[in-house]
């Protein structure tokens, strides 16, 4: 594990103050696009940070679980008030798991990265918050009241929309790939070696200029409101965002609140799918596996009677809330490894899952389908990363991915990469998208 400033040994020293108005993103007019953000439009939580005062980052495998319980040894000394809550102060993620092809497209993102901002804007009520972040050495204080102080003297007071026209995408995919592997995971299926296995494709898009990152970000909390939507930006200014409606977990102090969302039809076909077989097997087998995973970790834990239908603009899920008491001394860190990756985004058996995964896909998911969020002292969000992309300049590479079971089809689950690509593609160019 690497820490850029390392976290163990060392002090922090922070301070805060209101602004006025209620807009983290609109900060990006004054002071950029954003280091990392996260809003859940629904819920009224929005953050965004700027600069790294810290970052802890996992160059192994292997290390990432210990990067991640890492983050609850931050050591921090509030001048004057403390914040009641706050999100964060980490904000970071990690990779899905190994992959047969690596894609030197991920490395500046790394196994796992979690940084913790020079500065923090984030919603509170009506208005805002802002916080800074400086090791606790000489110049330390002075450096938060400054950051402060700028940040009051020139945020603004105005919501930020999208301001760009919609942009024509060139876009590039390999239906027939994608077939031929649907096809071998239906034999594996079939033969009995997996019950369920998710495949993901990708989806390269390009810009006639580099994105606008911020009408990017903009787009994508407007049209999704019931997901979460995220950036992290990488040191070489490669950004990993999206707009997720899967919670991982969210951990307030003992309490774990989870979500089993599995489970795909197009709008104009919700009412069929709590009836349709193939469905609510896919969905059945991640709500059982949640269940078993959390038991050893918690002292009670319940689920909904029966699953939900989940409406998002372009596609409808079912959905099972689960919700755990988790044991003392257990933390969020444990969670996140024992949960990931849930059958809704690996498959089940889930080791045999992956390894068919490893061999078969032919994608480096990268930070797609793994953890992203923030996490805080006894407190911590983390969503999975779905309806997401990986952008730099002018290009875009989009990921999605669909649940196999026993009569599933090549052609119906094309079908659907097709629909849950809409939302990163109407975000990215700026409108409708015309499927030829």
Not at 267 to 281: F, I, N, S, T, V
Not at 340 to 353: D, I, Q
Request: net charge neutral.
């Amino acid at each position: 594990m690497k820490t850029l400033n390392p976290v163990e040994g060392q002090r922090w020293v922070a301070g805060m103050m209101p602004l006025a108005v209620g807009d983290p993103l609109a900060g990006a007019d004054v002071l950029g696009v954003p280091s990392v953000y996260w809003e859940r439009p629904l819920a009224q939580e929005a953050a965004a940070g700027w600069g790294e005062a810290a970052v802890v980052v996992a160059e192994e495998p292997s290390q990432a679980p210990a990067a991640l319980a890492s983050l609850g040894a931050l050591s921090l000394r509030w001048v004057g008030e403390e914040p009641e809550s706050m999100p964060g102060p980490w904000f970071g993620g990690m990779r899905f798991g190994a992959t047969g092809v690596p894609d030197a497209a991920w490395n500046a993102h790394g196994v796992a990265r979690w940084t913790l901002p020079e500065v923090l804007v984030w919603r509170a009520g009506t208005g805002l918050m802002v916080a800074a972040f400086a090791p606790e050495e000489r110049g330390g204080e002075d450096a938060v009241r400054s950051r402060l102080e700028r940040v009051r003297a020139c945020y603004p007071e105005a919501y930020r929309h999208a301001r760009g026209t919609p942009v024509a995408l060139a876009q590039a995919s390999s239906r027939p790939a994608f077939e031929a592997r649907v096809e071998r995971a239906l034999e594996a299926i079939a033969a009995g070696h997996l019950q369920k296995v998710v495949l993901a494709r990708s989806l390269d898009a390009e810009g006639p200029e580099a994105f606008d990152l911020v009408d990017v970000l903009a787009r994508l909390r407007e049209q999704n409101p019931r997901c979460a939507t995220f950036l992290f930006r990488a040191p070489d200014g490669t950004c990993f965002l999206g707009a997720t409606p899967e919670t991982l977990c969210r951990v307030e102090g003992q309490v774990v609140q989870t979500e089993a969302l599995a489970g795909t039809a197009a709008p104009g076909q919700a009412e069929g799918l709590k009836g349709h077989d193939k469905d609510l097997r896919e969905h059945d087998s991640v709500v059982r596996y949640i269940l078993a995973t959390l038991r050893p970790l918690a002292e009670k834990v319940t689920s909904d009677s029966e699953p939900a239908l989940l409406t998002l603009k372009n596609v409808v899920h079912l959905r099972t809330g689960i919700r755990a008491e988790l044991r003392p001394g257990v933390t969020a860190a444990q969670v996140v490894a024992a949960l990931h990756p849930t059958p809704a985004v690996g498959g089940f058996p889930r080791e045999r899952a992956l390894s068919f995964l490893v061999e078969n896909e032919g994608l480096d998911r990268g930070w797609y389908a793994g953890p992203v969020g923030w996490i805080g002292p006894k407190r911590a969000h983390l969503m999975v990363a779905l309806r997401s992309a990986l952008v730099r300049g002018a290009k875009a590479r989009l990921f999605v991915g669909v649940g196999l079971v026993a009569g599933s089809t090549p052609e119906a689950e094309w079908r659907e990469t097709e629909m849950k690509s809409l939302a990163m593609l109407r975000a990215l160019g700026g409108g409708d998208v015309v499927r030829r």
